[in-house]
């Protein structure tokens, strides 16, 4: 059983289609974030969740908007895709306090 | 503010050791080490705190000098997995949010 899962694993798309991503993990952590790793492997936050809440909202075009249904599920919508959105998406959760991040697969998202 | 991170890549033979440097411009509160192999994703490797407490892996050790805003990344006695990207996060505040630093690659020869 996967902690933290996320779909799809690669998704390859035009420019201007709107795509989803979805995370969801079976850690019983109560908060979730996304990361974008770009090209040059450099790790940026975009959004975090506290149970269901939006806790962190960083400088993210509003094409990008987070979604919590419940404490187990964050998903990533992206609307009007653009060439510069290609990365890998990581959805990330933390438990305990002080006990680090724990990572899922990532989403190699590439924009054509 | 990214964390600035040193050296940018190191090339060992087996059983050699490693230091990787983290140094923030800002005062901290806990600094996360993570270490990425190619194609995956990051896996936790340690926390230093504030004040000295440490949570992680055995062999693995580490520094935090609280007053230069830096922290070292000890990797003794090199083996083959530990090749990957290394990666410092940052915390500020104490509320887990992370800043990652610009990372090592280590390479592992036999």
């Known amino acids: 059983d996967t902690a933290v899962s996320q779909t799809p694993k690669y998704l390859v798309t035009q420019m201007g289609n709107d795509k989803s991503i979805k995370c969801e993990q079976n850690?019983?952590?109560?908060?979730m974030y996304w990361y974008k790793q770009d090209s040059k492997k450099f790790l940026k936050i975009m959004f975090s969740?506290?149970?269901?809440?939006?806790?962190i909202n960083e400088t993210v075009p509003n094409r990008f908007s987070p979604k919590s249904p419940d404490k187990a599920h964050l998903n990533l919508h992206i609307n009007s895709l653009e060439l510069g959105d290609s990365a890998v998406y990581f959805c990330?959760?933390?438990?305990?306090?002080?006990?680090?991040?724990?990572f899922g697969s990532g989403t190699r998202l590439t924009v054509v | 503010q990214q964390p600035v991170q040193s050296p940018q890549a190191v090339i060992l033979r087996e059983g050699e050791d490693a230091v990787i440097n983290c140094s923030s411009s800002?005062?901290?509160?806990?600094v996360h080490w993570y270490r990425q192999k190619h194609g995956e994703a990051p896996v936790f490797l340690m926390i230093l705190l504030k004040g000295g407490e440490q949570k992680g892996h055995d062999k693995i050790s580490a520094s935090f000098n609280e007053k230069k805003q830096q922290s070292s990344l000890y990797l003794t006695a090199s083996q083959l997995s530990y090749s990957g990207t290394y990666f410092c996060g940052t915390d500020l505040f104490g509320n887990e949010k992370l800043t990652f630093g610009t990372g090592t690659r280590l390479t592992i020869i036999p």
């Open positions: 800002k005062a901290l509160y806990s």
């Open positions: 990330a959760t933390t438990g305990r306090e002080n006990y680090g991040y724990t």
């Open positions: 850690l019983g952590h109560d908060t």
């Open positions: 969740y506290n149970n269901k809440e939006l806790i």
